[in-house]
């Protein structure tokens, strides 16, 4: 295939631009289908004149890759149905577009599952970054974070009235699980492989386990709305400091003894250094006096 063949146009097509091209201002039945469609290609305006080559070649790559986009995403729906079939040979049971999974023990074992067998892609929207009570065993997941599996986890702002919920955030963050913090309401879902969804079953009860989602529609319509979510999110760094923190900050540039200042807040001098560690890594500080400085540059002093 040679010429603009390659590019989508036939050889009626190409004969007339070339023409065209070679001879403006050519007298031509207006209503010719080749003409028509090359008007309607942008190749050729409505007083005849052909459009320049390199007008003409990226309006034609353009319309290709675009075409090309199309039909790789329906391709991408045998993708699905392959899914769909490994996990039926695997389990030998059918497998259900939607399906209910009891509890969050359940809905764990099946994520861990899929992203097992191919760590590629997880979004996860919550209200916390970590739910202890849970006993969420992180060992795992990190370990399908050293394999190669990019994570987003999206969560409250309002988390972060907890003292536990940054520092761990900030752990995840640095081991490849990017956190964010949203002001936006939250509904529980994760996207695995933007090919799996998991949402809440019944938003007034936690303990009512959660829906997997396999319909690519449903799915696509998921992934995008975290993404859209993600984009107007804050990055950690971003958030202003917390009660505790501003009272931390406080206490340190007043008093000159930790002791001190575990006084003034009211807890032991473990707990004050523990948050001051905090919010040197929230800020990047190697040292207390750094520390001093680039919260004066942010406006926090």
């Not at 890759?65 to 391709?75: V, Y």
Request: with cysteine.
């Amino acid at each position: 295939m040679t010429g603009l063949a390659s590019l989508g146009l036939t050889a009626e097509q190409e004969n007339l631009y070339r023409r065209l091209l070679r001879n403006p201002g050519t007298d031509l039945d207006p209503s010719l289908p080749a003409l028509t469609e090359l008007r309607a290609l942008g190749l050729v305006d409505e007083a005849l004149n052909a459009a320049a080559p390199a007008v003409a070649v990226d309006l034609l790559v353009r319309r290709r890759i675009e075409h090309t986009q199309r039909r790789l995403a329906e391709l991408s729906l045998a993708w699905d149905v392959l899914t769909e079939l490994t996990e039926e040979h695997r389990s030998g049971r059918t497998v259900q577009m939607v399906e209910h999974l009891p509890d969050g023990r359940a809905v764990t074992l099946r994520m861990r599952m899929l992203m097992n067998d191919d760590p590629g892609e997880f979004a996860h929207l919550k209200e916390r970054a970590y739910y202890q009570e849970t006993g969420y065993a992180l060992a795992p997941f990190n370990r399908l974070l050293a394999r190669g599996l990019r994570s987003r986890t999206l969560f409250s702002a309002r988390a972060l009235r907890d003292p536990e919920q940054g520092p761990h955030a900030r752990v995840q963050h640095a081991l490849g699980d990017l956190h964010r913090v949203t002001t936006e309401p939250i509904r529980h879902l994760a996207v695995v492989n933007r090919a799996v969804a998991f949402v809440q079953a019944d938003p007034a009860d936690p303990m009512a386990g959660a829906l997997q989602i396999r319909q690519p529609g449903m799915v696509a319509m998921l992934a995008d709305v975290f993404d859209g979510m993600w984009d107007r999110a804050r990055d950690l760094d971003e958030m202003p400091l917390t009660p505790i923190e501003q009272q931390v900050l406080h206490a340190l540039t007043c008093h000159d003894t930790d002791e001190a200042a575990a006084r003034a807040l009211h807890v032991s001098v473990r707990k004050l250094r523990a948050h001051v560690a905090d919010l040197m890594a929230r800020l990047g500080a190697a040292t207390r006096f750094q520390a001093a400085l680039l919260a004066k540059e942010r406006g926090w002093l």
